[in-house]
């Protein structure tokens, strides 16, 4: 009979620190707040915040502010993180993922920032140092790598359809379903999946043959084209849009269901 009286303590004693614990990363995270510039620094340099109504704009800011509680954003060989750096990476984490309120990259624990380009080793020395953003494997599982000046060029200068950042994270909105294949399921049901990967093939093929203006490393692989094109889609949607309206329609389906 003691014995079982033991056990029981333990049990509620383990039931009760768990509880703690729980109740004060809660109470951390609803502590954090975003940076003081954030306005700003979206106003300046996101125009897919900008041209959210208030009541969004204020979502947005919200969900920035989450992301940022739960994931840990480290300077990796001297790079110091900046708030700049915070908002552009929130930022970009946010805006695929706008269109599905309850949605949470549960895939992702850190992101690294590099001070410039590295190898797909990891390895800021050396040859083949020529990525400027990677979702982590293997040892990096729930990492991104992401070199500082290609997050800040993506939404500084708006003048090409190029954003690091969106397109790791549409990586890792691909990886949601075990696979980075290009074929985000959760963004897609049965009948859109097979229109998706017929038009990936159809627009790869043009990527090749050079009858786009769509980022030729959009055609190295499956996964790459979609990372790509979500790129493009969110970074110039007007002029993606005029051009290729197909795969536009077809992306805003996968993002923003709701407008679709």
């Known amino acids: ?13 383990i039931i009760v620190v768990n509880y703690l614990l729980w109740r004060r990363k809660q109470q951390k995270l609803a502590a954090y707040r975003l940076p003081q510039g954030t306005k700003f620094l979206l106003f300046s340099y996101v125009p897919f915040y900008r041209e959210l109504s208030p009541a969004d704009k204020d979502k947005f800011e919200e969900r920035m502010r989450d992301f940022l509680a739960r994931t840990k954003i480290t300077g990796v ?3 110091v993180v900046h708030d700049v750096d915070l908002v552009f990476i929130a930022a970009s984490a946010i805006i695929p993922l706008f269109g599905y309120l309850n949605w949470r990259y ?9 001070e410039g380009t590295f190898s797909r080793r990891y390895e800021m020395d050396g040859p083949d140092r020529n990525v400027l953003g990677m979702v ?11 070199s500082q000046p290609a997050l800040r060029a993506g939404f500084i200068y708006p003048d090409n359809a190029h954003n690091t950042a969106i397109h790791e994270f549409a990586h890792l909105i691909d990886k949601a379903d075990g696979a980075i294949d290009g074929v985000p399921q959760y963004l897609l049901d049965k ?37 790509v094109v ?10 993606f849009k005029a051009q290729y309206p197909e795969m536009y329609d077809m992306l805003r389906k996968m993002y923003q269901p709701q407008a679709a």
């Not at 056990?7 to 509620?12: G, K, Q, T």
């Not at 097979?194 to 009858?211: F, L, N, Q, V």
């Open 230 to 239: 979500s790129e493009y889609y969110f970074k110039q949607p007007d002029i």
């Open 106 to 114: 549960n895939n992702l624990n850190e992101i690294l920032l590099y």
């Open 136 to 146: 982590g494997e293997g040892v990096m599982h729930r990492q991104m790598i992401l």
């Open 1 to 13: 009979m003691l014995k079982g009286i033991i056990v029981s303590l333990v049990v509620v004693a």
């Open 77 to 79: 060989g001297g790079v």
């Open 191 to 227: 009948k859109l999946a097979k229109t998706w990967k017929s038009y990936m093939h159809i627009y790869m093929r043009a990527i090749k043959e050079g009858y786009t203006d769509i980022n030729p490393y959009g055609a190295t692989s499956e996964a790459e084209f979609f990372a």
